[in-house]
């Protein structure tokens, strides 16, 4: 009965590469979010859908591309990876009109 | 844009002390504001949360205050206990296009030694 799951959990690459992380939320909510957790553990949002529309990109390079295939997907690809994007990702979700946000477990991403 | 600040980054208090970790901000759009705990390998969690029209709210051993005028807010936590060890965030966020965009503070680690 996992509220907001991502995966994987772990994502060892080498730079250059281009790789996913998944999300999925089973709340019913209308908005999910991307965010970036540094090495010195600085949370920072990325994106925000709503409805499957984007709302907000917080000054992500291009080479981040949301995609929401539904409601209650919100998938993160990452092309040409280099070693600054390495960082814990987290998924996260909230009602449409809501405050709270439920975060997803996070993906260690580790670039080489 | 949203600056947070919040101190201290790391607070050492014996179980059954209080603990206290105050945040300021800068947007006066801002008008929710939560407490986030992190426990290691996990995702953040929220804990309490206050809304702008509200000066306190409590929730058992926590409690956050809110003075708009001054842009700041505190989360205390009284009687500690080891289990609430972890690092916690507090937010400032503004409503943007249907959801709430937060900005974090830095995070304080709290460490409750038995």
């Known amino acids: 009965d996992t509220a907001v799951s991502q995966t994987p959990k772990y994502l060892v690459t080498q730079m250059g590469n281009d790789k996913s992380i998944k999300c999925e939320q089973n709340?019913?909510?209308?908005?999910m979010y991307w965010y970036k957790q540094d090495s010195k553990k600085f949370l920072k949002i990325m994106f925000s859908?709503?409805?499957?529309?984007?709302?907000i990109n917080e000054t992500v390079p291009n080479r981040f591309s949301p995609k929401s295939p539904d409601k209650a997907h919100l998938n993160l690809h990452i092309n040409s990876l280099e070693l600054g994007d390495s960082a814990v990702y987290f998924c996260?979700?909230?009602?449409?009109?809501?405050?709270?946000?439920?975060f997803g477990p996070g993906t260690r991403l580790t670039v080489l | 844009g949203e600056n947070v600040e919040q101190h201290p980054s790391t607070l050492s208090v014996q179980e059954g002390d209080s603990a206290v970790i105050k945040c300021t901000y800068s947007d006066s759009a801002s008008n929710y504001f939560p407490w986030y705990k992190q426990e290691l390998g996990k995702g953040p969690q929220l804990i309490i949360d206050?809304?702008?029209?509200?000066g306190e709210k409590k929730d058992q051993r926590i409690a956050v205050t809110l003075n708009k005028t001054a842009k700041h807010f505190s989360l205390h936590i009284t009687e500690t206990q080891p289990e609430d060890s972890a690092v916690y965030f507090c937010a400032a966020s503004r409503a943007s296009g249907g959801s709430y965009i937060p900005t974090f503070g830095r995070g304080t680690s709290l460490i409750v030694h038995p």
């Open positions: 709340l019913g909510h209308d908005t």
């Open positions: 206050i809304r702008s029209n509200v």
């Open positions: 859908y709503n409805n499957k529309e984007l709302i």
């Open positions: 996260a979700s909230s009602p449409g009109s809501g405050y709270t946000q439920y």
